[in-house]
C-alpha cells in the first residue's frame, strides 16, 4: 500500500487558534502493522502529543487512517515517523510528538518517539 491508498486525515477549526496555546494528547492503544521481515504483526500503543494552531485533526479519520496499516509491512521506525509526517501535513500543528510503543517481540520491546516542532 503506497502513501496515496491511504486514508485522507480529516481536520476540524481550532476555535481556540490565536487565542492561546494548548495541548491534545491521542492514546491509540490498538495499533498493528506487519513486520516486513517475518509478515508477523506487530502490536503497540501510539501516543500522539500536540499543539493546534489553525487546526484540530477530526478522530474518527485518524482512526480509519491507523487501521489501513494493519495490512501494512514497514518497520516501527518507518510506521512512527511516516505517520507523524502524515499527521503534520493534515493539520499543521504548531508541535507534535509520536510515540510508538511497540509490544515485547523476542523479549525484546521498542519505543520510537518522533518530533514536529513548526519553524516561526
Excluded: W
Amino acid at each position: 500500500m503506497s502513501d496515496e491508498e491511504l486514508p485522507a486525515l480529516e481536520t476540524f477549526p481550532n476555535q481556540y487558534a490565536g487565542k492561546r496555546d494548548y495541548s491534545i494528547e491521542i492514546r491509540c492503544p490498538e495499533f498493528t502493522s506487519l513486520c516486513p521481515k517475518t509478515g508477523q504483526p506487530d502490536f503497540g500503543v501510539l501516543t500522539f502529543t500536540y499543539t493546534p494552531d489553525e487546526l484540530c485533526v477530526e478522530l474518527k479519520s485518524l482512526k480509519l487512517y491507523l487501521q489501513a496499516y494493519r495490512t501494512r509491512g514497514i518497520f516501527y521506525e518507518h510506521v512512527t515517523n511516516s505517520i507523524l509526517d502524515h499527521f503534520v501535513a493534515a493539520c499543521q500543528p504548531k508541535r507534535a510528538k509520536l510515540v510508538g510503543d511497540f509490544s515485547p517481540r523476542g523479549g525484546i520491546t521498542t519505543a520510537v518517539t518522533a518530533e514536529y516542532v513548526a519553524e516561526r
